[in-house]
């Protein structure tokens, strides 16, 4: 495609359900990042990729979270026992590589815990 | 591991004045420096970018960003703001070399361009 997508564009779950977020990155691109943005606390970094695996998985708020790429292209995103807390946009990026080169970021997904 | 400090979570100025969004970075290695962009209701973008050469790089629209590496800062500035450069800029840094290669963002800085 021509830029990252992300799946669902929007999530409405109920507290304690899982839910699975996608993300498409730009074909070549071998670094991908998930970030989460939430009112008030910026850009906070998840977890990075490069290939299928994952060198850093600091940014991952406890052992809820977890994501996986497959490919070395589509990655997802999974948080279990959902809280109101993790109410936030997630935010996908793919760059060409992890040197210089720019990251394009998707559109995100607007997930809302009730 | 890296981090990046933006100090002023908001900035207010008026349009036709000059303005400057700080960066402080702290990396045991080398580092590449971003600013993106994120205007009201849209995704982010790159704006400008820091790799190697020249201390000082510009955008097309006007910012320019100096690398400071006694200082470790990255500050973005413009000489005269519009209100369209109304957004939110975020400041990044990512290691060379090695497998270090995380893409590293500071918490945000809100540009409210006022008439």
């Known amino acids: 495609g021509a830029g990252v997508s992300q799946s669902p564009s929007n999530k409405v779950t109920e507290k304690g359900k899982d839910v699975e977020l996608r993300c498409d990155p730009i074909?070549?691109?071998?670094?991908l990042y998930w970030y989460r943005q939430s009112l008030g606390q910026g850009l906070e970094f998840l977890i990075y990729?490069?290939?299928?695996?994952?060198?850093?998985k600091s940014g991952l708020p406890s052992d809820r979270f977890s994501a996986e790429r497959t490919g070395g292209s589509v990655s997802t995103l999974t948080i279990q026992r959902t809280q109101q807390e993790d109410s936030a946009v997630y935010l996908c990026?793919?760059?060409?590589?992890?040197?210089?080169?720019?990251?394009?970021f998707g559109p995100g997904t607007r997930l809302t815990v009730l | 591991a890296q981090s990046v400090t933006q100090l002023d979570s908001q900035v207010p100025v008026f349009e036709e004045a000059p303005v400057e969004l700080r960066c402080n970075y702290s990396?045991?290695?080398?580092?590449?420096l971003f600013w993106y962009v994120q205007y009201p209701n849209q995704g982010l973008q790159l704006l400008l970018k820091?790799?190697?050469?020249?201390?000082l790089v510009e955008s097309i629209n006007g910012f320019e960003a100096e690398f400071n590496k006694s200082q470790t800062s990255f500050h973005l500035r413009k000489p005269s703001v519009h209100i369209s450069d109304t957004a939110e800029y975020f400041c990044?840094?990512?290691?060379?070399?090695?497998?270090?290669?995380?893409?590293?963002f500071g918490k945000g800085t809100k540009l409210s361009v006022k008439p």
């Open positions: 990026a793919s760059s060409l590589d992890t040197s210089g080169a720019r990251a394009y």
């Open positions: 074909s070549g691109h071998t670094a």
């Open positions: 990729f490069q290939g299928n695996s994952a060198p850093d």
């Open positions: 990396s045991s290695v080398s580092v590449y």
């Open positions: 820091y790799l190697s050469g020249s201390t």
């Open positions: 990044a840094v990512r290691n060379y070399g090695g497998s270090q290669g995380n893409l590293i």
